[in-house]
């Protein structure tokens, strides 16, 4: 079963808008939170991350919302972009990640 | 550049044939890890290892297995023991972060297609 769990499957949203994706997990033993993007072909790349100390996380238009009791973490995309049109993918973990089924997101112009 | 070499991009294998696939690190990571990705399933995680001559099963080991012989190299076998092997290969490295945690860095990927 998965042990992380992602909202939604897919999402559109309009240049300039916010872009917000879901994710929940079972393992309290979790302690580390990453956001990958991945383009198509390629393989992920680390976008930011969080730990469970924090309920908040910013780095320039990404930031990380972190609700440790509830077990629920979220991206938001302020001001989203065409070029963020990407896959995105939660994780956790600590030493051996577990991945969130993913989100693609389309920015349209 | 230090990164992760996954070879090949693409390949194409008749059911009953065991494949590998090759990934080097020059990044000086302990840690690899071999996940397997299909559409609307995410990443899920095959065998990883956190040291030389060292590996454990992810969740989906059955039908792959690995070898860990050099830092450098981390190599996956998609044996004719797996039922559907046809997907999207990723292979990671993880070094700690500025937070003390591991963060993957991932290679390209290697698309295995059964025929």
């Known amino acids: 079963q998965q042990q992380v769990k992602q909202s939604p499957q897919s999402l559109i949203v309009q240049k300039g808008g916010i872009s917000i994706i879901n994710c929940a997990y079972e393992n309290t033993a979790f302690d580390y939170f990453p956001w990958y993007q991945q383009f198509p072909g390629k393989g992920p790349a680390l976008l930011i991350a969080?730990?469970?100390?924090?309920s908040e996380k910013k780095e320039g238009r990404f930031t990380i919302s972190f609700n440790k009791s509830a077990k629920q973490f979220s991206l938001h995309i302020m001001d989203s972009q065409p070029g963020d049109s990407a896959t995105y993918f939660c994780?956790?973990?600590?030493?051996?990640?577990?991945f969130g089924a993913g989100t693609r997101l389309t920015v349209k112009p | 550049d230090g990164g992760i070499t996954q070879s090949p991009k693409y390949l194409f294998r008749k059911e009953g044939q065991n494949v590998t696939l090759s990934c080097e690190q020059n990044?000086?990571?302990?840690?690899m890890y071999w996940y397997r990705q299909d559409p609307g399933q995410g990443l899920r995680l095959i065998y990883y290892s956190q040291i030389v001559n060292d590996f454990q099963k992810g969740d989906i080991a059955e039908g792959y297995s690995v070898s860990r012989e050099k830092k450098e190299s981390f190599p996956l076998t998609v044996t004719s023991a797996q039922k559907n092997p046809t997907a999207f290969y990723l292979c990671?490295?993880?070094?700690?972060?500025?937070?003390?945690?591991?963060?993957?860095?991932f290679g390209a990927g290697s698309r295995l297609t059964v025929l």
């Open positions: 969080i730990r469970p100390d924090v």
């Open positions: 990044l000086n990571h302990d840690a």
């Open positions: 994780a956790a973990g600590w030493r051996d990640m577990r």
């Open positions: 990671a490295s993880s070094g700690q972060g500025r937070s003390g945690a591991n963060v993957l860095t």
